[in-house]
C-alpha cells in the first residue's frame, strides 16, 4: 500500500490533482494514494479505502471551500477517511487550499474535532501554487522520517556508501560489456564529492560522475538524490553516455545485489532508480562555479528487501 494518502472533496478534484502530481514526482507514483487513480475494478470501496488508509504513514486532508458541507453527515466519505487515520493512529496533516480558513473544533463532529489544532499549510491555488508545494514537500519528509522505527535501510551506517558505489560498479560493468565504440578501458566511472565539483579540471577524460547532494528517509525507506554528470572533450560523446545511462536506467530500475560491497544492502535492501522531477542545472548551479555539464538527476530509492517485488505483485494481481 502507499505511504502517503491523499483525501479530498470532488469539488477540490484539480487541485487535488495537481498536488498529486508533485507528490508521485518527489515520492514515487507506489508511494502516494489517489482513489481515481489507486482503486482496482470490483472491489468494495469503504473497505479498500479503509485498508488503504491503515497501511498508509500519513492522510494529507485538502481543505476547500466546500470541505465543511457534508462533513457532519454520518457516510460522508471525507469524514470517513478522516475518523479511519484517526484510529489508526495515523497522522493527519490539514492543507488548505487558497483562502480557505482551517475550520474551528466546534464546526468539526467530535469524532474527528482534534484535526482542528494541527498546524495547517496553504496550498495556494495561482502563481504561489509552486512556492507553496515546495515548502509543503519538506514538512512531509520530516513527519515520515519522524514517524518510523530504525529499519534495515536505515540501520546500517554504510548503507548509503554502498548505495552510491553500487549504481556506479553497475554502470561501469555493463559499458565494458557494450560493444559499442565509444566504450574503452580509458572510461572512468567515479563517486564524488563537493571538492571534486569544484575543481574539474584535475579529473581524467572522459568519465561520468556521481553526486550525491540530498538524503531523505522516509518511513523505513531512504531516498538519495543524486545527479550523474558526463565529462568528454568530444561533445558528442557527453551525448551519447547520457542517452546509454537513460536508456540502461531504465531497463534495469533495481540495481542486482551482485553490485554491492557485503553488508546489509546484499541481504535485506533493494535499490530502485528513477528519473527526479529535480533540475540538474539547479543542483549543478548550488555546489560549484565551474561551467555547466551535461547531468541527468535521479532518485535512488532504498527499501527493506521484497517491498518492491511485492508491490509488482499486487499490481499485477489487480491487472488479472
Known amino acids: 500500500m502507499a505511504t502517503i494518502f491523499l483525501s479530498y472533496r470532488r469539488t477540490d478534484g484539480p487541485q487535488a490533482c495537481r498536488v498529486y502530481d508533485w507528490l508521485v514526482q518527489r515520492f514515487g507514483n507506489d508511494s502516494v494514494f489517489m482513489d481515481v487513480a489507486a482503486i482496482p475494478f470490483a472491489v468494495n470501496f469503504p473497505d479498500f479505502i479503509k485498508e488503504a488508509i491503515a497501511n498508509s504513514k500519513i492522510l494529507i486532508a485538502l481543505i476547500g471551500a466546500q470541505w465543511l458541507t457534508r462533513i457532519h453527515e454520518a457516510d460522508d466519505p471525507v469524514r470517513m477517511e478522516i475518523e479511519a487515520a484517526i484510529a489508526n493512529h495515523i497522522p493527519v496533516l490539514p492543507v488548505l487550499i487558497g483562502n480557505t480558513p482551517m475550520p474551528a473544533a466546534e464546526e468539526l463532529p467530535a469524532s474527528i474535532s482534534m484535526i482542528a489544532f494541527q498546524n495547517a499549510v496553504t496550498v495556494g491555488v495561482l502563481h504561489d501554487f509552486y512556492s507553496h508545494m515546495q515548502s509543503l514537500l519538506p514538512k512531509i519528509e520530516t513527519i515520515l522520517g519522524a514517524l518510523v522505527a530504525q529499519s534495515v535501510a536505515t540501520s546500517d551506517p554504510y548503507v548509503i556508501q554502498r548505495a552510491c558505489g553500487g549504481i556506479i560498479r553497475y554502470l561501469q560493468e ?147
Open 174 to 320: 555493463k559499458a565494458g560489456l557494450d560493444d559499442s565504440a565509444f566504450y574503452g578501458s580509458n572510461l572512468e566511472w567515479k563517486v564524488i564529492g563537493t571538492q571534486d565539483v569544484r575543481d574539474f579540471s584535475s579529473m581524467y577524460l572522459p568519465a561520468v560522475t556521481l553526486f550525491l547532494h540530498r538524503v531523505a528517509r522516509l518511513a523505513e525507506l531512504v531516498e538519495l538524490h543524486f545527479i550523474l554528470s558526463f565529462l568528454a572533450d568530444d561533445p558528442s560523446l557527453e551525448h551519447v553516455l547520457a542517452g546509454w545511462v537513460m536508456s540502461r536506467l531504465e531497463q534495469t530500475p533495481i540495481i542486482p545485489d551482485e553490485y554491492f560491497e557485503p553488508g546489509a544492502m546484499t541481504t535485506e535492501c533493494d535499490l530502485k532508480i528513477r528519473r527526479s522531477d529535480e533540475d540538474a542545472r539547479q543542483v549543478w548551479k548550488m555546489i560549484t562555479d565551474e561551467p555547466l555539464r551535461l547531468s541527468l538527476a535521479y532518485v535512488a530509492t532504498i527499501s527493506p528487501k521484497g517491498r518492491e517485488q511485492g508491490r509488482l505483485d499486487q499490481g499485477h494481481e489487480t491487472q488479472q
